[in-house]
């Protein structure tokens, strides 16, 4: 069986910095941080007014944050809320629970979080950890699905 219009649900290729560079934008990263801005940023947010220039911002910034230890070395630099132009705590703080959530998971590369979400086990444990972090809800935790490329069908707000 195929759904109309299934090539825009797949990822979208991306260059070098992890920047998908298709005209159809898509809503996969190859860069934990990416990953990690955008899930918390897209709350109650335009994604393509908002968003994702602030993912992109931060992508070109911060080509090497595409590890969580490196996503980390920046963060511990307090200079995020520059980055991507964010000067509100509460999202800067959600980022960096979502972070010690992926550190303490020893989720280094966007490869693991697949691997890690792709396992029933882990997932679930994964899932339980992000979902204690303050507004991360259920749709966050598909949304993080759709960030690394796995596929759930799960809800986006817009």
Do not use: C
């Amino acid at each position: 069986m195929t759904i109309d219009n299934d090539d825009a649900n797949l990822p979208a290729q991306l260059d070098s910095h992890g920047v998908d560079d298709s005209a159809e934008v898509s809503r996969s990263w190859d860069h934990i941080g990416a990953i990690i801005v955008d899930a918390a940023l897209q709350r109650r947010q335009n994604y393509h007014a908002t968003v994702r220039p602030r993912v992109v911002a931060l992508i070109e910034a911060w080509p090497d944050a595409a590890t969580t230890s490196g996503f980390r070395r920046h963060l511990d630099t307090g200079t995020l809320s520059d980055v991507i132009d964010w000067p509100s705590p509460g999202r800067l703080a959600q980022v960096e629970d979502m972070t010690r959530v992926f550190e303490s998971q020893g989720i280094e590369t966007v490869a693991e979080l697949r691997g890690a979400l792709g396992d029933h086990a882990s997932r679930a444990v994964l899932r339980e950890a992000l979902g204690a972090v303050r507004h991360v809800s259920p749709k966050t935790l598909d949304y993080i699905d759709t960030l690394s490329g796995v596929s759930t069908g799960g809800a986006v707000e817009e």
